[in-house]
Antibody, heavy 123, light 103 residues
Framework: QITLKESGPTLVKPTQTLTLTCTFSGFSLSTIGGGVGWIRQPPGKALEWLAL???????RYNPSLRSRLTITKDTSKNQVVLTMTNMDPVDTATYFC???????????????WGQGALVTVSS | DIQMTQSPSSLSASVGDRVTITCRAS??????LNWYQQKPGQPPNLLIYGVSSLRSGVPSRFSGSGSGTEFTLTISSLQPEDFATYYCQQRYFFGGGTKVEIK
């Protein structure tokens, strides 16, 4: 059974750096075809794709946020960490991590999600 | 960057109705198109992957189709539990969502 859980601060100040940790179980990030992604959702708004790290350590970032994002993995701890610099009130959102499964014919898809963590940016 | 445009942004329908949601890409994309359902206070749930593959356990009233730049999610007979927001996703982009409400 695959589970994921996001953890990190619930409140950050503008200009600060946000660090979120996704702790997962039920799969290994050393298994070919696996990955973990981060997606966020401002209150009442649509989903926004942020970043993805594959089993191979290949990384992908949202082009509009690339300069602010870093995604890393610790395979031994079953964790993926996302850092976002220079936080702004518009970054207030629920941040989800999700298991990504890659198939040659279908690309990748997010088949298991964490419950999400609400991060508020305010002074 | 690829833009994913969903239409309509919202719709009202009755139980038993056939519902179609469209996702248009700003450029030709491969078969890497997925659909998710999200209910209030919950994370999204994968319904369809690779344009038309139904995830195991998802009711067969959900189906996906399309190619090139236009893709559709169809619910053949809307059920009470289907009232939710639906998102398409292509690689690193999500559509803006379609909220399906009760008429």
């Amino acid at each position: 059974q695959i589970t994921l859980k996001e953890s990190g601060p619930t409140l950050v100040k503008p200009t600060q750096t946000l660090t979120l940790t996704c702790t997962f179980s039920g799969f290994s990030l050393s298994t070919i075809g696996g990955g973990v992604g981060w997606i966020r959702q401002p209150p009442g708004k649509a989903l926004e794709w942020l970043a993805l790290i594959y089993w191979s350590d290949d990384k992908r970032y949202n082009p509009s946020l690339r300069s602010r994002l870093t995604i890393t993995k610790d395979t031994s701890k079953n964790q993926v960490v996302l850092t976002m610099t220079n936080m702004d009130p518009v970054d207030t959102a629920t941040y989800f991590c999700a298991h990504a499964y890659y198939r040659d014919s279908s690309g990748y898809f997010f088949d298991y999600w964490g419950q999400g963590a609400l991060v508020t940016v305010s002074s | 960057d690829i833009q994913m445009t969903q239409s309509p942004s919202s719709l009202s329908a009755s139980v038993g109705d056939r519902v179609t949601i469209t996702c248009r890409a700003s450029q030709t994309i491969s078969t890497y198109l997925n659909w998710y359902q999200q209910k209030p206070g919950q994370p999204p749930n994968l319904l369809i992957y690779g344009v038309s593959s139904l995830r195991s356990g998802v009711p067969s009233r959900f189906s996906g189709s399309g190619s090139g730049t236009e893709f559709t999610l169809t619910i053949s007979s809307l059920q009470p539990e289907d009232f939710a927001t639906y998102y398409c996703q292509q690689r690193y982009f999500f559509g803006g969502g379609t909220k399906v409400e009760i008429k």
